[in-house]
């Protein structure tokens, strides 16, 4: 038995050295293989940096370029009217960043706060409710608080009252949401006008040099022709961005009148249905 069992310790003693030696084996393997994939990413890493340092300096030059042409067609199309088409170009959008942010803050939750608006009127809550228009901007909540202040008084709570008043001030919020609107058509029509003179000048520039060179030569037309076609090319430009401002400011003008004719149809239902409205 003795022997037996030494036998058996002994069969166990080598199956486990070699099972240590395999799980060796495979771990070393492993870990090689791991190696080579954090070799591989590495070696992927550095050579998209490497491309992106390489592309870098190429876009930079690009940008560089285009700059540096947009400039030199600039002052190649001649000073005077090149500048006007620029100061054009700035007043046109000054004036339409002045519309957009004023059509962008003018604008509320129509629907939220008219269900807020009846609620209060519903309670008779009057007084409230003004309260609630004067803290609210946007044409939507002017036209309320008018609304508000004749079905609050004694003498203009009647509906015919009401509904002048309403219809009065819609036309008056209109005229403030248009406003300067005029300014951005002038900019838009005058951009490309002056890029139009500036051609006939250039035009002109050109007949003056063939006269004086007595020979209609490419080289000697080359020059007048060269600024008359920056100067209209620059004016189209401008009036193009300006138009673009110029539709998206309509838009959100034609938004606003929108919510304002719904707003005056509520109204006229709320103060129909309030004890204080004289039928």
Do not use: H
Not at 210 to 221: E, F, K, L, N
């Amino acid at each position: 038995m003795k022997k037996f069992f030494a036998i058996i310790a002994m069969v166990a003693a080598c199956s486990f050295a070699a099972t240590s030696s395999v799980m060796a084996q495979e771990d070393e393997a492993v870990t090689e293989q791991v190696e080579a994939a954090v070799d591989s990413v590495a070696e992927d890493t550095t050579a998209v940096e490497e491309a992106v340092e390489e592309a870098a300096p190429i876009v930079e030059e690009e940008n560089e370029g285009v700059f540096k042409n947009l400039k030199t067609k600039f002052i190649e199309g001649g000073a005077g009217f090149m500048s006007l088409v620029a100061i054009a170009l700035v007043l046109g959008l000054a004036f339409c960043i002045e519309r957009v942010v004023y059509l962008t803050l003018a604008q509320i939750n129509t629907r939220k706060f008219m269900k807020e608006l009846a609620d209060l009127v519903a309670k008779g809550k009057i007084a409230d409710a003004i309260e609630k228009c004067k803290n609210t901007r946007g044409p939507v909540a002017q036209v309320s608080r008018k609304a508000m202040e004749c079905l609050d008084s004694n003498d203009r709570n009647d509906i015919g009252t009401i509904e002048r008043t309403i219809n009065m001030e819609a036309e008056v919020q209109g005229t403030y949401l248009e406003e300067n609107c005029s300014w951005i058509t002038l900019f838009i029509a005058m951009a490309p006008s002056l890029g139009f003179l500036g051609t006939v000048i250039g035009m002109v520039m050109a007949f003056d040099d063939i006269q004086r060179a007595g020979d209609i030569s490419p080289t000697v037309v080359a020059g007048g022709m060269k600024v008359a076609l920056i100067t209209t090319i620059f004016g189209i430009i401008v009036a193009l961005v300006l138009q673009v401002f110029y539709n998206y400011i309509l838009s959100k003008i034609e938004g606003l009148t929108s919510n304002m004719e719904e707003a005056a149809q509520e109204l006229l239902v709320m103060c129909v249905k309030s004890d204080k409205c004289k039928k």
